[in-house]
């Protein structure tokens, strides 16, 4: 069976460099197995699943038994190429992906990825875990692998802190006493979580003033972001104060995320300022009555 665009759900985009092409001046033919492979890492950010620290929770981690190809076509230097992946079919410990490699809907290179599921010391096979059965299913099936819910700190507290820790303390240097205040406990939360219960996503919004609410702390786990699960945040919490009903919502949001708030409706307003050491601009969106 010759595999066609319409048979991936999932593309990775990247272009040829200089580096990847041969004296024949073509791609040379070890480098598509490292674009199947590059686009695994994206598959599993479609799947809203940290590798590293989803295998941990798993109880192991994915070996490859086998690869094949088979070559069609070949790619040139600058060439813009879509890599689909698909997870074909899972065994008792085995699992098989599909992958082709496109230039528009030419298939240039079609191949088989076998992985077997095991325990990373003595890398003898385990049983494939269901919950990793299951996101395969739901993925491939066109369904949601995450769910977005509102809540209070006590619902989520426990799960947000070393998403926190891990984003404002860790990555951007924040001073803890910074990350945490006694808002927390009245604030609204939203939190998008995986299938094995990770938070991997969320915010909280908090009364600024009588019908206006302001959103903040918000946090997308570093490998997972622009697969749109901070929009997922951003649209429980103003969801939320509508429901509420507030009728503006505002925040303060870090200068390199500006656009990621233009995009849904918010405004500038005032000057930059610096909060924590980084640049911010405050922003509002007004809710229509």
């Known amino acids: 069976m010759t ?19 041969d004296m024949q001046h073509i791609v040379f033919n070890a480098h598509y197995l490292m674009y199947l492979d590059t686009a695994m890492g994206d598959y599993w950010r479609a799947l809203a699943l940290p590798y590293q620290e989803s295998m941990v929770l798993l109880g192991g981690d994915m070996y490859v038994k086998k690869s094949t190809l088979e070559y069609h076509a070949s790619a040139r230097y600058d060439d813009t190429l879509h890599i689909g992946l698909r997870c074909a079919r899972v065994g008792n410990s085995s699992m098989v992906f599909e992958g082709g490699i496109f230039r528009g809907d030419t298939l240039l290179v079609s191949g088989e990825l076998l992985y077997v599921f095991a325990d990373p010391t003595s890398q003898t096979s385990r049983p494939v875990p269901d ?23 006590d619902d989520w507290g426990n799960r947000i802190t070393p998403l926190r820790r891990a984003v404002f303390v860790d990555e951007q240097a924040i001073s ?6 006694e808002a927390d406990a009245s604030a609204v939360h ?25 959103i903040g702390r918000m946090a997308t786990h570093q ?9 997922l945040v951003l649209r429980a919490l103003v969801q939320a104060a509508r429901q509420r009903g ?26 930059v300022f610096v909060e924590a050491g980084i640049a911010h601009q405050e922003m509002a969106l007004v809710l229509a009555a």
């Open 3 to 21: 595999l066609q665009r319409s048979d991936f759900r999932f593309f990775h985009r990247l272009r040829v460099r200089w580096a990847e092409v």
């Open 131 to 153: 919950a990793l059965r299951q996101v395969f299913a739901q993925f491939e099936a066109g369904q949601a692998v995450t769910h977005t819910a509102v809540g209070k700190w």
């Open 176 to 181: 803890e006493v910074l990350v945490w205040d």
């Open 190 to 214: 939203a939190v998008v979580h995986n299938v094995l219960g990770q938070v991997v996503a969320s915010g909280r919004m908090v009364v600024e003033a009588t019908g206006v609410a302001r």
């Open 223 to 231: 490998m997972l972001r622009g697969g749109g699960l901070g929009l």
């Open 246 to 271: 507030d009728t503006e919502v505002m925040l303060h949001a870090q200068c390199s995320a500006e656009g990621f708030y233009l995009g849904e409706g918010f405004a500038r307003r005032g000057e």
